[in-house]
């Protein structure tokens, strides 16, 4: 047994990718818990029924909303300030999570809904990527020149649209939105999140995430 917070998390999702991007950040050790979606283990739908990750398990709570995770690590630990626009982060969080997530669902997963234009849906989405390119034209990132709560909780997604169609995305007039995904890509903390891990089963040993 360990006495870390334990972390349900899937590599490939963008929602369990921010929370590990902040519990990364903020220094906070945890036990890595890898879910297979088709396969999901009962320890982890006996925590949290909704069955969707991240779920995060402290000693006094259970969290299972990835902003909410990312919000409880940086009360732990912000050393660069990553809160300091919180309000306008959280704003603009909300256009991401809610408008823009529901057209990249319908471009990106068309067949799931039966109706859907997936052309239509990316222009949709689009009219928000052009605004993060015109805000990432004033400033390196989308509020000021450090990384904050809104890039980190935004660019998963991003990054999930991009690669739909990598070469149309590439192809598109938003250099600077290009640029600061590239430089996520490129960075050692996307490369330390997105290491592979197995699919977790009661009483494997323990998988340490944060610890670097």
Known sequence: MSDLPVLYSFRRCPYAMRARL???YAGIPCEL??????DKAPEFLETSPKGTVPVLVTEVDVIEESLDIMLWALTQNDPDGWLTHKNAA???IAQSDGPFKTALDRYKYGSRFPGADA???RETASVFLQMLNNQLAETPYLHGDSLGLADMAIVTFVRQFAFVDKDWFDAQDWPHLIRWLDGFLGSARFADIMQKYPKWIS???VTRFASF
């Open 203 to 205: 009483g494997d040993p």
């Open 22 to 24: 902040a519990l990364h």
């Open 90 to 92: 959280l704003a603009l």
């Open 119 to 121: 052309s239509a849906e």
């Open 33 to 38: 818990r890898e879910i297979v979606l088709r």
